[in-house]
């Protein structure tokens, strides 16, 4: 058996159009503010995610994540797991204001995630991957360009992820 990285996207909007777990409470706090009190939303992290129910259960429609692959070179990188590459930062553990899809994918894992972490795209775009082996990250800087298609302003788009083994 080996490790595998779950890997989720997000946005920074004040939008309620997003897919997955909700957040019921603040998308109707968003949503009264704005018709009462005439200003915009809250903004807040929202999943990014195409998501679907499968046994009554949420998950992230495989064939549309982002990044799926099993790669200890770029987990290394990422989040110091299973490697001995320089990684990027030491595992900075579940956002606080993580989107409801990211914490309910780390409920649902519970005990066995670990390494959690994040990156927003704007930290992913500053990474000199030039200084790695392009074998190893060449997918995953596949992965950073879709990620420009969630929105325009890099600072407002972020993966979180966590592995399990």
């Not at 998308?27 to 929202?46: A, F, H, L, M, Q």
């Not at 790695?132 to 929105?151: C, G, N, P, R």
Request: proline share 4%; aromatic share 14%; glycine share 8%.
């Amino acid at each position: 058996m080996g490790c595998d990285i779950h890997f989720y996207t997000e946005r920074f909007t004040s939008s309620n159009d997003y897919e997955g777990p909700r957040d019921i409470s603040k998308d109707r706090n968003n949503k009264i503010e704005e018709i009462v009190d005439g200003k915009p939303s809250t903004e807040r992290w929202v999943s990014a995610d195409k998501w679907v129910k499968e046994d009554g259960s949420w998950v992230v429609d495989w064939d549309k994540q982002y990044y799926g692959g099993r790669n200890y070179v770029l987990f290394s990188i990422l989040a110091d797991v299973r490697g001995d590459e320089v990684p990027i930062d030491s595992p900075r553990g579940i956002p606080g204001d993580a989107s409801i899809g990211y914490k309910y994918m780390c409920e649902k894992w519970d005990g066995d995630a670990h390494s959690h972490s994040y990156f927003t795209l704007s930290e992913l775009l500053t990474v000199d991957w030039s200084g790695y082996e392009s074998d190893y990250v060449s997918e995953f800087l596949d992965t950073i360009e879709s990620m420009k298609s969630i929105d325009k302003d890099p600072s407002k788009i972020r993966c979180c992820f966590f592995f399990d083994n």
